[in-house]
């Protein structure tokens, strides 16, 4: 049997994992969790989730992948068969999320080659791409400004008050920048990502040209991608002392500079102050199961491939441990860092911390291009904060095209060997394909795909395939075997706590949120539009490419299984394996000498 490559080093293996799980979701995805579910409120569910559930579960995930030394699939096949399309699906998931996922690294790279500038190219209107409806208050004279000042006089109070006398905004006024500007129209910094940056046509039924600018940079940043990872483990592991690293250093710098900004109070007040009766709201919950589930890397196959690549007798319960507390404190960290800035944002703005907060894209890409303006050395700050994203996105990026290589290799390594002499042209292809299928992404009607993806393919679907997940290796491999696993490798059983999660706790909260989040369903619509049905049943379709791997998983397991007749077939799918095959658990020492897959 060929022996597997290990990490070079066990600091490498922390930080592979630590920036696969703390990614763009840390900087964007919780902050407006937070926002949405009432600031501090969103916290003690946050916890509680990560406590009961995402901690038990990484635990659960570094183990099979320690002991099985396989991908996802070949994890799930040896650990019980008929649940192997659970793996698959995950593999899934992790294709369509390298296809998206990397279009946001792609935007930030963008962003930060127009920080190199005399003055920010998203600070004014007085550009050849500006749309008529940019105001950057410099065009007081415009019919816009006109039009919106006989509004506001329209509306003056039956005591003869001026509108300025009032909250502005109800007058059709927005503070941006520092100034007000007419609600019909954009503030430069949402004029450039919308113009600019996308070119943005006017639905996903017209798709537009292609952006060439963002293809050769989509291209750039898959050319990183592989550099990343081309030599496996040992190349993934020198890359991550940097990626892992450096964002820690720009989220104290935003810290710093954000307390130092007026309004930074009433941002970092919004945070940590909970509304107690959202707790009550189920729609809490499931976002803290969701931010939980996405900081983590749970379910989405990347932790078993990357333990897979560990030394047998490691201590997995230490990796466990500070990858649940260095996530926690990601998020909280990026939670002062962020809210202080909105806060700033709000207090320019006139108005509240929650009318400046935007979701995904336009948080990051709208939001925080408007606050680094007010800042001295704005182009520092902006340049800073745009190398962060592409750090924590390349992280994340090509840990999930690793889960596709793994996968690849363990189960059709002869047959890839036949076309791909070496793992460094496998890692091509992947990445090759990946980036074709990325490109639709990237034209004028892009942004309606992207969101259609980011909506469908990793929410419920990911519930779904976590949930299988847990009970194919909890309840059918048995959560008591699994501990006895645990303790040929490291000499120590789990404690009790664990025992209790996987076998009753984890599966119920995963079920009750997958539940709920069916109740819940709304069909997407984004800044008031409202896709068509052709649309939502496409999101529906990419949604279920990963869910449908479960009973087909379910049927090829059977099918194969041993047994005169279809009940002995499916008794024997539902078994283990590993008693049956030569025992892969080799002693750490018998794999020092190996260093190639």
Known sequence: MELRANWSKK???????????????????FPYLCYRSGGGAFLIPFFIMLFLCGVPL????????????????????????????????????????????IVIITWAFYYMFNTFQSKLPWQSCDHTWNS???????????????SAINTSMSLLND????????????????????????????????????????????????????????????????????????KGPKSTGKVVYFTALFPYFVLLILLVRGLTLPGAIDGIRFFIEPRWELLLDAKVWINAAAQTFNSLGVAFGGLITMSSYNKFSNNIIKDVVIL????????????????????????????????VVQEGPGLVFVIYPEAFVSMPVAQLFAFLFFFMLVC?????????????????????????????????FLVIGVCFVSFLFGLPNLSQGGIYFFQLIDYYAAALSLMILAFFEVIAITWFYGARRLSSNIEEMTGRKPQLFFIICWYGLSPLLILGVM???????????????????????????IALISVVCIPAGMVHAVYQAKGSNIW???????????????????????FKTSEKI
């Open 159 to 230: 005591n003869g008050t001026s509108p300025a006398d009032n909250n502005t905004s109800s007058y059709n006024f927005t503070r941006s920048l520092g100034y007000l500007r007419p609600n019909n129209t954009r503030s430069p910094t949402e004029d450039f990502y919308i113009e600019n940056v996308l070119e943005r046509s006017s639905g996903i039924d017209e798709q537009g040209s292609m952006r060439w600018q963002l293809v050769l940079i989509l291209l750039l940043g898959w050319i990183i991608v592989y550099f990343c990872i081309w």
């Open 11 to 29: 600091v490498e293996y922390i930080l592979a994992v630590i920036g696969y799980a703390v990614g763009l979701g840390n900087v964007w995805r």
């Open 515 to 541: 539940i709920f989040s069916l109740i819940q369903y709304k069909p997407l619509s984004v800044a008031g539009y409202i896709y068509p049905d052709w649309a939502v049943g496409l999101g529906w379709f």
């Open 132 to 146: 008529e409806i940019c105001w950057d208050g410099s065009n007081r004279n415009s019919s816009i400004f006109s």
């Open 392 to 424: 924590l996105g390349i992280d994340s990026q090509f840990a999930s095209v690793e889960v596709i290589v793994t996968y690849i290799q363990d189960h059709f390594g002869t047959q890839v060997q036949k076309y791909f002499k070496r793992k460094e």
């Open 58 to 101: 990484s635990y659960m995930e570094m183990a099979v992948g320690q002991y099985t030394r396989q991908g996802p699939v070949g994890a799930l096949a040896k650990l019980c068969p008929f649940f192997k399309g659970a793996g698959l699906a995950t593999v899934v998931i992790s294709f369509l999320f390298t296809t998206y996922y």
């Open 324 to 355: 649940a507390v260095v996530d926690a404190f990601t998020c909280i960290l990026a939670g002062f860092a962020i809210f202080s800035i909105l806060g700033n944002l709000a207090y320019n703005q006139a108005t509240d911390v929650e009318n």
């Open 568 to 590: 002995k077939k499916f008794c024997t799918s539902l078994k283990s394996t590993i008693v049956e095959e030569e025992p892969v658990q080799l002693k750490s020492a018998e």
